[in-house]
């Protein structure tokens, strides 16, 4: 079975760092498009970043320049660093994966729990 595992989640002040991770089991991850998306309270799933084969990234305009998507496709992990922090980046975070390049499209096949970050 697919499964995405996030992890890394928590609190942190304005300013701060975070490293979400997010562990696929059931698929190579070499061989799948992978996507992290938020949620905040009362708002629409937002597709955050986005990263395909090749590595290359995509990003939503709000997080170019403090965020970063990578992959190890060794570990079969999705990372997203999150730098710079802002109130408005709290939300629930999950990550996708889908074998087409759909990139910040919700229409991902697979998905995680979601892991929550608190910025204040």
């Known amino acids: 079975d697919v499964q995405l595992v996030e992890s890394g989640g928590g609190s942190v002040q304005a300013g701060g760092s975070l490293r979400l991770s997010c562990v696929a089991s059931g698929f190579s991850a070499s061989e799948y498009y992978m996507a992290w998306f938020r949620q905040a309270p009362g708002k629409e799933r937002e597709g955050v970043a986005a990263?395909?084969?090749?590595?290359?990234?995509t990003y939503t305009y709000s997080v170019k320049d403090r965020f970063t998507i990578s992959k190890d496709s060794v570990a079969n992990t999705l990372y997203l660093q999150m730098n710079s922090l802002k109130p408005e980046d709290t939300a629930i975070y999950f990550c996708?994966?889908?074998?087409?390049?759909?990139?910040?499209?919700?229409?991902?096949?697979?998905w995680g729990q979601g892991t929550q970050v608190t910025v204040s």
């Open positions: 990263i395909d084969h090749a590595g290359s990234p």
């Open positions: 996708a994966a889908d074998r087409f390049n759909i990139q910040l499209a919700r229409s991902y096949n697979y």
